[in-house]
């Protein structure tokens, strides 16, 4: 049995073994996983029911061919709350409207965070409650993509999807809290890069998503390592199990039962 010493040690030792790993590296070793895999690999290492989003935080759009919805990335977080300074407007004259809206955009509900957007970084969004608001659209989803973002996970508020979707961007959310209206008015930027929370689950920066038809887990980074070993193991199986299946039916192979070696 270990002591408390010991136990501290072991953790302390894990700490410091995930602070050296880097987010390329993270994403490399999850790479390939599915939700499922990675969700059996969580109750490998006792984080059972741990990080599966609510099943509402679905693909806005699926690649049956290729997967290109699916995605593996490194947590950035961005918080978004209803606005309490309701704007008394009225009818005013149009260029009055646009400078109004343009200094919400600019001081309240902004994007400071576009700079610090990293390659592999998926942009979690915690928007929930702020009604009808798009807080993502074809515009600025494309900007994050182009500093290296591979997708987007999001409470809601998203708009112009038909686009998002022509444009190929990993979208997860709820699809029915989707928003149609600009953020001047509606809604705040609170925080980023600080813990949110976003479809029942407790999301810090730099934990590890893992999104595809399945929905979306989130693996802490504290436990990614382990999680990441017990996860491809069950990959393996089952791959390998299927594989099997393919052969005895006649079936022709793909990426699905297919190791990247073969």
């Known amino acids: 049995m270990l002591t408390l010493l ?21 994403i490399g070793l999850y790479e390939g996983l599915r939700v499922a895999d990675v969700s059996d690999g969580m109750d490998m290492v006792g984080l059972m029911d741990v990080g599966l989003m609510d099943p509402k935080i679905s693909p806005l759009w699926k690649d049956i061919e290729n997967f290109e919805h699916q995605m593996v990335g490194i947590a950035f977080t961005v ?8 704007p008394s407007l009225g009818e005013v004259p149009r260029e009055e409207y646009t400078n109004f809206r343009d200094q919400w955009y600019t001081h309240l509900s902004a994007e400071p965070f576009i700079e610090e957007i990293r390659p592999g970084d998926v942009i979690v969004i915690d ?33 112009d999807t038909d686009e998002i979707i022509k444009q190929g961007i990993p979208v997860y959310m709820d699809y029915f809290k989707r928003g149609r209206g600009i953020r001047p008015g509606r809604n705040e930027l609170e925080s980023y890069n600080k813990p949110v929370v976003v479809g029942g689950v407790y999301i810090h920066p730099g934990d590890v998503i893992v999104a595809d038809g399945d929905g979306v887990i989130v693996v802490p980074r504290a436990r990614a390592l382990e999680v990441a070993d017990a996860a491809r193991e069950e990959k393996n199986i089952d791959m390998a199990a299927r594989k099997k299946l393919y ?8 990426f699905t039962v297919e190791e990247e070696n073969e």
Do not use: H
């Not at 072991?10 to 390329?24: D, I, K, P, Y």
């Not at 052969?247 to 793909?254: N, S």
């Open 6 to 26: 010991a136990f501290l040690n072991v953790g302390f030792l894990q700490a410091q073994q995930q602070q050296e790993v880097t987010n390329e590296q993270l």
């Open 79 to 86: 918080r978004y709350v209803p606005t309490n300074r309701v």
């Open 127 to 159: 928007n929930a409650d702020d009604g009808d608001t798009g807080s993502t659209g074809s515009n600025n989803s494309m900007i994050w993509k182009s500093k290296g973002a591979v997708g987007i996970v999001s409470a809601g508020g998203v708009r």
């Open 247 to 254: 052969e005895e039916l006649g079936l022709p192979m793909d």
